[in-house]
Nanobody, 116 residues
């Protein structure tokens, strides 16, 4: 049974930082692509950042230069360092593991709220 458990969300002021973590179990962590997605109220879920098994990354234009995704295969964990947060970054953030061939797993999500 694959499980992804996110943590690290919370309330932060504009310009602040948060680091999200996602711990995976029940899977070979080093394989597949790990990603972070987010969904704001009334909007569709959107890509934030992904990191592939080889270490290459892709970011949404809206977070480039502010967010950094990384993975620690020894800890079965993927991170999302979020700096210079803006109110428009407010959303539920989801961790995703994509093994290809239509096989994907999602975490339960963690709320990030950016507000003064």
């Amino acid at each position: 049974q694959v499980q992804l458990v996110e943590s690290g969300g919370g309330l932060v002021q504009p310009g602040g930082s948060l680091r999200l973590s996602c711990v995976a179990s029940g899977t070979t962590f080093s394989s597949g692509t790990m990603g972070w997605y987010r969904q704001a109220p009334g909007k569709q879920r959107e890509l934030v950042a992904v990191i592939r098994s080889g270490g290459t990354t892709t970011y949404a234009d809206s977070v480039k230069g502010r967010f950094t995704i990384s993975r620690d295969n020894a800890k079965n964990t993927v991170y999302l360092q979020m700096n210079s947060l803006k109110p428009e970054d407010t959303a539920v953030y989801y961790c995703d593991k994509d093994l290809g061939f239509g096989i994907r797993y999602w975490g339960q999500g963690t709320q990030v709220t950016v507000s003064s």
